[in-house]
């Protein structure tokens, strides 16, 4: 099993930048799928950045260009950097983890970021 806690949400004006941090505890190595979704209020949960089969990122075209995903080995944990934030990056972040060993899907909490003059 994998646990999974965010942290680094709260409220920014547009344009301004934030970090999230997700810190993995548990059977960390069975992890092949790490990284950030996110649901904003009336509409499904949609992914924002993963790493996949290791160093292989996905990013959402909406992100992209904006957002950098990394990943610290060492601290086990995954970081979201977003920066030239808008209104409509509004929504709970979640951090994501999947395993094909477990063929399981696990999540965080979420964590709310706020775009708003």
């Known amino acids: 099993q994998v646990q999974l806690v965010e942290s680094g949400g709260g409220l920014v004006q547009p344009g301004g930048s934030l970090r999230l941090s997700c810190a993995a505890s548990?059977?960390?190595?069975?992890?092949?799928?790490w990284g950030w979704y996110r649901q904003a209020p009336g509409k499904q949960r949609e992914l924002v950045a993963v790493?996949?089969?290791?160093?292989?990122?996905n990013y959402s075209d909406s992100v992209k260009g904006r957002f950098t995903i990394s990943r610290d080995s060492a601290k086990n944990t995954v970081s979201l950097q977003m920066n030239s934030l808008k209104p409509e990056d509004t929504a709970v972040y979640y951090c994501?983890?999947?395993?094909?060993?477990?063929?399981?899907?696990?999540w965080g909490q979420g964590t709310q970021v706020t775009v708003s003059s």
């Open positions: 994501y983890a999947d395993s094909t060993m477990t063929m399981s899907a696990y």
């Open positions: 548990g059977s960390i190595f069975i992890i092949w799928t």
């Open positions: 790493f996949k089969s290791g160093d292989i990122v």
